[in-house]
T-cell receptor, first 117, second 109 residues
Framework: GAVVSQHPSRVICKSGTSVKIECRSLDFQATTMFWYRQFPKQSLMLMAT?????????EQGVEKDKFLINHASLTLSTLTVTSAHPEDSSFYIC?????????????FGPGTRLTVL | GQNIDQPTEMTATEGAIVQINCTYQ??????LFWYQQHAGEAPTFLSYNVLDGLEEKGRFSSFLSRSKGYSYLLLKELQMKDSASYLCAVIDSNYQLIWGAGTKLIIKP
């Protein structure tokens, strides 16, 4: 149980285009979803936290107009990187948690590697 | 501010034992996680401690001392596949997950 999927797993795009990444909880209802970014040899950096049906809470320094997050249902959240630039190239990971989780544990998706040319 | 400290990198020998330490200073404490992350992959859950003491799970054990703000992850009978980064994360009083920078563990034959 507690499986989280992400799509696509890898994407290469041209500078200036927008990229949408989907995060789905497959076998549980995710009351909260988290979006992280990880640069090579660095730890996870939380970008934003989203609760179903409400606006995402962005961490300091993360541009909400550039990284659009939608959490439309209890099983789906999307991250759209708008007008992507080479510096946005990174490993994007989503995670999901449920009120039913005894540990308040986050279950991670497999990640999406974004390369902006 | 909130801070979690772990060694950046450690090296150990296949078959040996290694202990990865984590110290934290956070606003409140509601539990501590250890995650394993292989290069290019997402983190996977290893352990959760909320009470003082040792939690053993197969080759991996995790220890917590809340009074000292200290935890360690103990890996026994090391295998080559244990080469990965190990992330310590603490849930603070606002139930936010605070991440350490991770410890890269290199296993040598």
């Amino acid at each position: 149980g507690a499986v989280v999927s992400q799509h696509p797993s890898r994407v290469i795009c041209k500078s200036g285009t927008s990229v949408k990444i989907e995060c789905r909880s497959l076998d549980f209802q995710a009351t909260t979803m988290f979006w992280y970014r990880q640069f090579p040899k660095q730890s996870l950096m939380l970008m934003a936290t989203s609760n179903e049906g409400s606006k995402a809470t962005y961490e300091q320094g993360v541009e909400k107009d550039k990284f659009l997050i939608n959490h439309a249902s209890l099983t789906l959240s999307t991250l759209t990187v708008t007008s992507a630039h080479p510096e946005d190239s990174s490993f994007y990971i989503c995670s999901a948690s449920s009120l039913q989780s005894s540990y308040n544990e986050q279950f991670f998706g497999p990640g999406t590697r974004l390369t902006v040319l | 501010g909130q801070n979690i400290d772990q060694p950046t990198e450690m090296t150990a020998t296949e078959g040996a034992i290694v202990q990865i330490n984590c110290t934290y200073q956070t606003s409140g404490f509601n539990g501590l996680f250890w995650y394993q992350q292989h290069a290019g992959e997402a983190p996977t859950f290893l352990s959760y401690n909320v009470l003082d003491g040792l939690e053993e799970k197969g080759r991996f054990s995790s220890f917590l001392s809340r009074s000292k703000g200290y935890s360690y992850l103990l890996l026994k009978e090391l295998q080559m596949k244990d080469s990965a980064s190990y992330l310590c994360a603490v849930i603070d009083s606002n139930y936010q997950l605070i991440w350490g920078a991770g410890t890269k563990l290199i296993i040598k034959p």
